[in-house]
């Protein structure tokens, strides 16, 4: 299983960017979906995260301005990101709980994603 994100890139403050992340592979369910971020020098926290039925929750700094989402039918999580702050500048990284074809839940990070926002 493989979790590819994209989307990233540079923004002005008060702009907007969305972030898509593909699982493939020998994939049978997923579970959660979320995204995280990691800016310099700080630890990873998580941003948004879905469940399977659709329920969300946010981080409370982007409450708000950001909206997570996903596609059961594509296997893709988005991160919509409204009114870019400086401060949400970091690499973001997605993340997913996934049922292989005769196997449990594993747990999988995609390669990260970097954002920049310029003031």
């Known amino acids: 299983v493989q979790l590819q994100a994209s989307g990233g890139g540079l923004v002005l403050a008060g702009g907007s960017l969305r972030l898509s992340c593909v699982a493939s592979g020998s994939i049978f369910s997923i579970n959660g979906m979320g995204w995280y971020r990691q800016a310099p020098g700080k630890q990873r926290e998580l941003v948004a995260h879905?469940?399977?039925?659709?329920?969300?929750n946010y981080v409370d700094s982007v409450k708000g301005r950001f909206t997570i989402s996903r596609d059961n039918a594509k296997n893709t999580v988005y991160l919509q990101m409204n009114d870019l702050k400086p401060e949400d500048t970091a690499v973001y990284y997605c993340?997913?709980?996934?049922?292989?074809?005769?196997?449990?839940?594993?747990?999988?990070w995609g390669q990260g994603t970097l954002v920049t926002v310029s003031s």
């Open positions: 993340n997913a709980d996934v049922m292989s074809r005769g196997s449990g839940y594993n747990n999988y």
């Open positions: 879905i469940t399977t039925g659709g329920r969300t």
